[in-house]
């Protein structure tokens, strides 16, 4: 294929990489100062709910790393 479309999509793609790094971090800091947290649903079991924050918690961690992974190969 063509060097110069590869450099433009490279580029394109870099650039919708770090929109995106920076997307999910402004939207943690919003989770952790702004967003109200609901409360666990009353009678229902603590482990869905600790189970759910978790699994929250390693979707940003992965995205996080995916980029900071794409910023480190540039």
């Known amino acids: 294929a ?3 479309a ?5 580029r394109f ?3 919708m990489g770090i929109a995106i790094l920076a997307l999910t ?4 800091a919003w989770w952790w ?3 109200r947290k609901p409360l666990p649903v009353a ?6 709910h600790r189970a759910a924050s978790a699994v929250h918690l ?9 980029a900071a992974s794409g910023i480190g190969m540039m």
């Open 2 to 4: 063509d060097p110069a």
């Open 6 to 10: 590869k450099a433009a999509f490279l």
């Open 13 to 15: 793609h870099a650039l």
């Open 25 to 28: 971090l402004g939207r943690i």
């Open 33 to 35: 100062f702004a967003d």
């Open 43 to 48: 009678g229902q079991p603590a482990l869905p």
């Open 58 to 66: 390693i979707f940003y961690i992965v995205i996080i790393g995916l």
